[in-house]
Each structure stands twice: as structure tokens, then as C-alpha cells.
């Protein structure tokens, strides 16, 4: 997701040091190019042994390279970075960041950086209280740097509450939007259907599918970070939306029906990504259904058809993204559907390729609108969300 990223990971001398090597993995991992830049203290915390080997690159700490006169250029390096991030920021480093003072090379590439800055600071409990502290936090959120703030928990003193670094993984969380916000998003509002609904039987039993709920979280998570606002309607799943995704959790179709409906007007998008059920059983038993014949029939009634019902209802700029999986007939099929329900364009995917599809981390897509039909390669559902917002943003009128 980072991939052609440069990003300046400045570490100071807090305990919390020792999660800056995860945090390493975590960017490289994303694809980003990693320059770590420590301070002289924090080489009592962690090892530049361990960072370099994780970044790939060696760990700069001094202006001087050695006695040659050869330097490290903090403007080169403040020209250099997409984002500079300050994780762990003690006390100290935050307070000189809001004054401006300039005694080592990370507060001079700071002072140098044309790019954004973001700091997650680390510290004991009264000190993260202390006026001074939260001061020199503000100041610094007033000259646009974004704060990750500390989180709670039992800190290295044995105190209890808010003063620990931010894991790596909120870290990471909290720097992509910073990274990847994509103008053509901001101030869009956009709500999305994801993963299978249940239709109950009887109070134990539900009939329901094989949706994992991966590719809606995948382009839900993807346009959070691009700075869309995120409305998502979530059938039960295990997956894991971001923060910034606001999530209404829904059971049965008429749930999900009944939600996209309140939440249709104020959507610029709608993108509907749930497998929801076209029938439900016509009455629900308020007792457990007992194993009495030799046969079970089911009466079974049609279900709201969300994306059909939304498309009466589309005005002049609203844009409808559907989806369409299918086993045979597939681009007929999808066709039918992009005129029926008023799509815009749709997303087709066939459980007739390896792996695409239900619960796989992978999908091969076309993506069809009434000009044509585009095919992509298998690839990550990440991968997949990219593509799928992209096609969405060229067709869109701005
Ligand atoms: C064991 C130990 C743990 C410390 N942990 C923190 C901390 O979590 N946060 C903090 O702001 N300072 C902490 N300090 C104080 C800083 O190390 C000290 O202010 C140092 O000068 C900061 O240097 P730097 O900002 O240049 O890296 C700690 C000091 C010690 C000895």
C-alpha cells in the first residue's frame, strides 16, 4: 500500500523505543522506504543494529559522518521524505519540535521538511498531563503536525492510563490517510453494503452464504484512507474495519434494506458489495423447529431487492456501483443487472476462476458500464479496491 513511500521514522530516548522496531516492519512490510534517524539518547533504548537491519538502511544520529568532514545533509533529507514520523516523541524532542531548536539532525530535518509530520508521543502518566506537555502538543497540532496520540494502559512505571506509545499497528493506521488521501474523495459521502445477511428459521437456525465480508471491508478500509466519509452496512463477519469507517451492523436483508434506505439521501455513492439473500423463509418459528418427518419443506418469499429499490430512487449525480458474482452467464448476467437496477458500473466476478470470490484473500473482476467491459488480473482484495475506486473516480463526475 506504501510502495514508492519515503518515510523518515525520527526516534527519541523513551521506553517505548523498543516498538519502533515493529513499527520498521510494519512500513517496510507496506512497501515504504524507511531512513530511521535516532536521536543519541535513544541509542540507550534500542540498538541502530536493529533498525538498520529491519530499514535496510544505515541509522543516521549525527550532522557528521565522521572525521572527513562528510555530513548528513538534513535538507536533502527533509526534501527527500513523503512524511516524517516522530515515534516514540518524548517530552524533550516534543518540546524543542514546538520551539523550533535544532541540536540534532532530527530536529534539523524536521525544521527542513517541506513534507507532513506526524508525532506519536510517549510518556508517563502526570508527565502526558502536565501543561507544558499539552501545550507544546497544541502548538505543535497548530503548525499541522498530526498527532497520533498516546493510548492507555499500564505504562513501564507500573502507573495506569494514558501515556503509551500508540501500537504500530494504530500508528500505521493513523499515518496512511496522511500518506494516500486522494482530493477527488474529500468531502464524498459513501455507503457501502458488505458481507452475507441471515435469514432465521427459527430462533437457532439461519439460512445465509458464503460471504466473508473481505472485498466491501477491503474498499470500505481503502476509502477511508483516501479521505472519503464511510458509511458502511456490515452483514456478520470477522473482518476488521478501520477507526474512521462508520459501521451499522445488520442481520437480515430487511436490516440491511431498512438501513440503506435511512442512509440513502446523504450518500453522494453507494456501493453495494453484500451478498444479501433474494428469500427468506415466510414465517419464523418462536420455538426450535423439531426434527419430526422425514422431509422439511421451506415456504420461502422474496426479500427486498436493496439495489433495485435504491435505484428508484437514484437522482442526478448519485453514483450506484453494484456487484455481480456469478457461476454461468456471467457478463449477460451482469449487463441485465447494470441496466435493471440503474448501476453505474458494475463489478463482476466469477466462481469460475481460482481464486476469486468468496472468502479467498484474492480476486479476478471485470468491471462493466454501459460502454463496455474492462478485465483485470487476479490480485490481492486490496489490490482489487484499488482498481475498483479508480474506475469509480474516472467515471464520476467531479
Ligand atoms: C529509563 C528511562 C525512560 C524514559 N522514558 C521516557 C519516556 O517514555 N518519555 C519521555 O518523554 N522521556 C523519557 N525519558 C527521558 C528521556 O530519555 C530524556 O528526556 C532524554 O533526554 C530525551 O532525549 P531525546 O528527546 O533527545 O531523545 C526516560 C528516561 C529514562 C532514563
Redesign the pocket.
Known amino acids: 500500500m506504501l510502495k514508492g513511500k519515503k518515510i523518515i521514522l525520527g526516534v527519541?530516548?523513551?521506553?517505548?523505543a523498543y516498538k519502533s522496531a515493529a513499527l520498521v516492519r510494519l512500513l517496510v512490510k507496506a512497501g515504504a522506504e524507511v531512513q530511521v534517524i535516532m536521536?543519541?539518547?535513544?541509542h540507550?533504548?534500542i540498538t541502530p543494529l536493529t533498525l538498520s537491519t529491519l530499514s535496510k538502511r544505515p541509522v543516521l544520529t549525527d550532522f557528521a559522518k565522521d572525521k572527513t568532514g562528510e555530513w548528513n545533509n538534513h535538507v536533502d533529507l527533509g526534501l527527500w521524505a513523503d512524511l516524517l514520523l516522530v515515534a516514540?516523541?518524548?517530552?524533550?524532542?516534543?518540546a524543542?519540535m514546538a520551539n523550533g531548536l535544532c541540536d540534532?539532525l532530527?530536529l534539523a530535518t524536521y525544521l527542513s521538511a517541506r513534507c507532513p509530520v506526524a508525532i506519536a508521543?510517549?510518556?508517563?502518566l502526570d508527565?502526558y498531563q502536565h501543561p507544558s506537555v499539552k501545550h507544546n502538543l497544541k502548538r505543535l497540532q497548530e503548525f499541522g503536525v498530526y498527532l497520533v496520540d498516546a493510548e492507555e494502559g499500564e505504562l513501564?512505571s507500573g502507573l495506569v492510563g494514558q501515556?503509551r506509545m500508540a501500537e504500530p499497528e494504530h500508528i500505521l493506521e493513523a499515518t496512511l490517510p496522511i500518506l494516500l488521501k486522494d482530493n477527488r474523495l474529500v468531502g464524498k459521502k459513501i455507503l457501502i453494503t458488505a458481507g452475507p445477511t441471515q435469514e432465521a428459521l427459527d430462533p437457532v437456525r439461519y439460512i445465509t452464504n458464503h460471504s466473508s465480508g473481505k472485498m466491501g471491508y477491503a474498499i470500505a478500509n481503502l476509502l477511508a484512507i483516501k479521505g472519503a466519509e464511510v458509511i458502511m452496512l456490515s452483514g456478520v463477519v470477522n473482518q476488521k474495519a478501520r477507526k474512521d469507517v462508520k459501521i451499522l451492523r445488520t442481520v437480515s436483508a430487511l436490516d440491511m434494506y431498512e438501513a440503506a434506505m435511512k442512509h440513502y439521501e446523504e450518500a453522494n455513492v453507494v456501493i453495494l458489495a453484500a451478498a444479501v439473500a433474494d428469500y427468506r423463509p415466510s414465517d419464523v418459528a418462536d420455538k426450535k423447529i423439531k426434527k419430526d418427518g422425514s422431509t422439511f419443506a421451506l415456504n420461502m418469499v422474496k426479500t427486498y431487492d436493496i439495489a433495485a429499490e435504491l435505484g428508484k430512487k437514484k437522482t442526478n449525480g448519485k453514483f450506484h456501483v453494484g456487484f455481480a458474482l456469478e457461476t454461468n452467464d456471467e457478463a449477460a448476467n451482469a449487463q441485465k443487472k447494470l441496466t435493471n437496477k440503474k448501476f453505474d458500473m458494475i463489478v463482476l466476478n466469477s466462481l469460475q476462476d481460482a481464486g476469486a470470490g468468496f472468502g479467498h484473500d484474492t480476486n479476478k473482476i471485470a468491471i462493466i458500464d454501459a460502454k463496455g467491459s474492462n478485465a483485470f488480473p487476479l490480485k490481492s482484495k486490496q489490490a482489487v479496491a484499488e482498481d475498483i475506486i479508480e474506475a469509480m473516480l474516472e467515471r464520476m463526475v467531479p
Request: hydrophobic share 45%.
Open positions: 527519541t530516548a523513551g521506553i517505548a536521536t543519541e539518547e535513544a540507550q533504548f516514540p516523541t518524548t517530552a524533550n524532542t516534543l524543542k540534532n532530527l508521543p510517549a510518556m508517563d508527565m513501564a501515556g
